[in-house]
């Protein structure tokens, strides 16, 4: 009985935090959407009518905007299939942040 409520317990701290990244990777694709768009616009406004570059500033902005959406893609896959890593994945990045922050705010201190 004991094992189980753990492993339900486990399976509910893996749903949450797979749909907090989810949630998170979501919130990342909006922004770099609307990034996209405004710079964009402000490609087209600054260049105007000046054909070629435009064309090739155009087709590298449409590059970026397939990798990043290609890259999200491959992120929402990895959070599907495998939840448990991802908030393992999380977790290392979260720490190693802070310890870095940590280690460079120590040395500046002294």
Request: no cysteine; aromatic share 8%; net charge positive.
């Amino acid at each position: 009985m004991r094992n189980r409520e753990i492993e339900q317990q486990i399976r509910d701290t893996a749903g949450r935090a797979s749909e907090r990244v989810r949630d998170y990777a979501n919130g990342a694709s909006d922004s770099a959407q609307s990034m996209f768009e405004r710079g964009r616009k402000r490609i087209r406004e600054r260049f105007g009518k000046r054909g070629d570059y435009q064309r090739q500033l155009s087709h590298a902005a449409e590059d970026f905007a397939d990798e990043a959406n290609y890259q999200y893609r491959r992120l929402r896959r990895q959070v599907n299939r495998h939840p448990a890593a991802t908030m393992a994945i999380v977790a290392g990045t979260i720490g190693a942040f802070l310890l870095l922050r940590q280690a460079f705010r120590s040395k500046d201190e002294d």
